[in-house]
């Protein structure tokens, strides 16, 4: 479980760094449907790339950490959850938007929960490992 954990972690982490950094570099481009958004659209879209980089920068900070920190995955988590609640607020405020946005909102609803069930993974399989002590001692 405690692998499991690191290597979501890692695959968030990277997968927000490149989109944040598509966002940031294409601007309206990389958004479906909003290539001609405009001048506003697009200066949002590309702070929100750059935000979104650190946002990865953080998921992938948490995968480093010895044990990771329950503590920071169920905040990035929660984060990661009150994005797809908002895609959910803009359904029901203005329809549906471009499916792939769809798609996105179903990982935003559908991962929390898996990381808020990993979460203490790596802490736990740390206090186990802690307990059963110190390994034998190789033999002559």
Known sequence: MARTL???????????????????????AAIPGA????????S???FMGATFVGYGLAWLWAARQRP?????????AA???????????????HGWPHWFQIVLTALELGLPP?????????????ADERA?????????
């Open 132 to 140: 059963a002590g110190p390994a034998p001692a190789p033999g002559p």
């Open 114 to 126: 898996v990381y808020f069930w990993l979460a203490d993974a790596d802490a736990d399989a740390d």
């Open 44 to 46: 949002w879209g590309r």
């Open 6 to 28: 690191r290597l979501l972690l890692q695959l968030m982490g990277w997968s927000s760094v490149a989109i944040g950094l598509l966002h940031l570099i294409l601007g309206n």
């Open 79 to 93: 984060v990661f959850l009150l994005g797809g609640l908002g895609r959910l607020l803009s359904v029901a405020l």
């Open 35 to 42: 290539a001609h958004a405009g001048t506003t659209v697009d």
């Open 68 to 76: 990771v920190p329950a503590g920071a995955v169920r905040l990035l």
